[in-house]
């Protein structure tokens, strides 16, 4: 008999949860339920669209090639990218990997409660454990500064790292928490996967270690002096391995070191530093009230300490300092606090990133501050009615907020309206403007845009990306609609001279191609078309748009192998069917 109650109350604590769960997934999808409507912003098509290294069919050496240290965040694309080439299906996957870490998170604050109040009976811990589940995975779900990690296709990189360190978190709580040698073995079996898995998917995942010894020596301690030293071992093998690369030379160890830890070598560190002070703030501040939420920024790099850097750097140092003094009373807080400024250490300290601002960097961060907020919540309010009564209002403002910004995201010119509003010296929010207008057929209004963003790019700093080969490209496409032709080619001539990178040339000279196609001027168009596909012979829109121009060249002997080619990498494309029809007649 009492078999059957203990059987009885645990299916209903763990029913309690799926239930609680199912609530949290239908909520975020609702709040998300227009993402399908989003196109590809910035580096979607760089990254996606026009990735070689990603097309299918999916080449892991080529993707290991490409970037290693992002091999799992790619590979998952080039899959998606060979299932279902369309937006809506990368922001399927993208929410749903969304939603799996928010859920893990309301674990996470689970196990953590669990280590704390161990103490205390398991029917009353279970009301409070599941109210605690609940809102911190809807929090975290409905965050509007969340969104842009969610909508922005190509930061699927972000989510997925950030589910891999939350599982491996997770993981390795069970194995300590477990009271079962095998089983508590198993779990850290898991949790090392997850950290390798993470590693290889973005690298902000270098914190993880530093992660699991803030952990235990908040919550356990036992282990803090045999992961310091494991740590400190495998350290001094990576400082070994490095200064072996570098010919054994102590100046090019430190060079070597010094490229690997930036993106640019425009910011010097220091200034890095001091604009991240004021960044992180504002991270903060956008958090608690998410005005202004945007993709591009144009905030300054800070060359010298003034008034404003010095109180933003005093401000972390006191939250940081408080943390830590206060761990024992709070270690919840603690960590929440901590694991904030932890995980942005990689992208927002001393490693100068050519763009220094993003919202989606604050995605995993942004679990600390969760954490934290929960901590908050539960040393003041212990009443359950009182605890739902403060949340529900912000959870429905974050509801609102988040589901109005994914609606923004889905109309291109309305985004970048609201971007150049708020960046008005940002050169890429111009270009993305002109370029919503050009494909919405509104060339006339596009060009103003463009040439605005030229100038702005010819004063923007050395840090910065740049004019993009991408943006001259759509210029002339407006250019040439507005028979500006002398201006097109200008640019276009420009262009040739100064990109050599393969894909983003082939992309030019099919272009150039395209546009004498149109012209009927065929033995023209073929000169490009013909040295495209020798830079990049896995484009299938250069491959059948030099079998067009053989054609009409009546070059049949070399289409043939070029539509065999092209048949190859888009199996049934009509167009490609129907020329092979067309050549088969003609040699007949």
Not at 13 to 29: A, E, G
Not at 396 to 419: C, P, S
Not at 480 to 489: F, M, N
């Amino acid at each position: 008999m009492k078999v059957s109650i203990f059987k009885t109350k645990k299916m209903k604590y763990l029913s309690n949860y799926f239930i609680y769960s199912v609530l949290t997934i239908v909520i975020t999808i609702l709040c998300y339920s227009n993402i399908g409507t989003v196109g590809y912003y910035l580096d979607d098509y760089s990254s996606i669209v026009n990735n070689p290294a990603i097309a299918p069919p999916t080449d892991l050496a080529t993707i290991w090639s490409f970037s290693t240290m992002r091999f799992l965040a790619y590979s998952l694309l080039s899959f998606e990218r060979g299932i279902l080439f369309e937006p809506s299906f990368f922001h399927f996957v993208g929410l749903s990997i969304h939603i799996v870490c928010s859920l893990i998170i309301g674990l996470i604050i689970v196990q953590f409660l669990q280590l704390l109040d161990k103490d205390k009976g398991e029917t009353e811990l279970s009301i409070s454990y599941k109210s605690y589940f609940f809102t911190s995975s809807l929090l975290f779900a409905v965050l509007p500064q969340n969104s842009q990690t969610v909508v922005y296709i190509v930061q699927q990189t972000t989510s997925l790292v950030s589910l891999f360190y939350l599982l491996t978190i997770s993981f390795y709580l069970f194995s300590r928490a477990s009271k079962n040698s095998r089983a508590s073995k198993v779990y850290l079996f898991f949790s090392l996967l997850f950290f390798v898995g993470a590693l290889f998917t973005k690298q902000n995942a270098f914190t993880l270690p530093f992660a699991i010894l803030l952990i235990e020596w908040l919550f356990f301690g036992k282990w803090l002096k045999r992961l310091t030293l494991s740590y400190i071992f495998f350290g001094v093998i990576g400082a070994g391995y490095i200064f072996y690369l570098s010919n054994m030379d102590i100046s090019n160890f430190l060079g070597k070191l010094d490229d690997l830890s930036r993106e640019t070598s425009d910011i010097n560190r220091l200034d890095y530093f001091r604009s991240q002070v004021g960044i992180i703030f504002h991270y903060i501040t956008q958090f608690i009230y998410p005005n202004s939420l945007r993709l591009e920024y144009d905030w300054d790099v800070v060359r010298d300490w003034n008034i404003a850097t010095v109180l933003f750097t005093c401000f972390h140092l006191v939250i940081v300092i408080l943390a830590i003094i206060y761990r024992k009373k709070n270690t919840l807080l603690a960590f929440g606090v901590l694991f904030y400024y932890l995980a942005h250490s990689i992208e927002s300290s001393f490693l100068p990133i050519k763009d220094i601002v993003f919202e989606h960097r604050t995605y995993l961060p942004n679990v600390g501050l969760v954490i934290a907020c929960i901590a908050l919540l539960n040393l003041f309010v212990k009443d359950k009615l009182r605890y739902l009564f403060l949340l529900f209002p912000v959870l429905i403002a974050g509801i609102t907020v988040t589901k109005l910004r994914v609606d923004e995201w889905g109309n291109k010119e309305k985004f970048y309206l609201n971007e150049i509003k708020h960046s008005p010296k940002n050169a890429r929010a111009y270009t993305a403007l002109a370029a919503a207008f050009q494909d919405n057929g509104n060339c006339a209004k596009a060009i103003g845009y463009y040439s605005h963003a030229i100038a702005l790019y010819r004063l923007s700093p050395k840090h910065d990306l740049g004019l993009q080969p991408e943006t001259l490209q759509n210029y002339i496409v407006c250019l040439r609609q507005l028979r500006i032709d002398e201006k097109a080619e200008f640019f276009e001539q420009h262009l040739l001279g100064q990109v050599n990178e393969p894909i983003r040339r082939s992309q030019i000279l099919l272009q150039r191609g395209i546009f004498f196609m149109k012209s009927e001027q065929f033995l023209k168009a073929e000169e490009p078309l013909t040295e495209a596909i020798k830079l990049n012979s896995k484009s299938f829109p250069i491959a059948i748009n030099l079998v067009v121009t053989k054609v009409k060249l009546n070059k049949l002997k070399h289409a043939e192998p070029l539509l065999k080619h092209a048949l190859a990498l888009k199996p049934n494309d009509p167009l490609a069917t129907d020329l092979l029809q067309q050549i088969q007649q003609l040699k007949n």
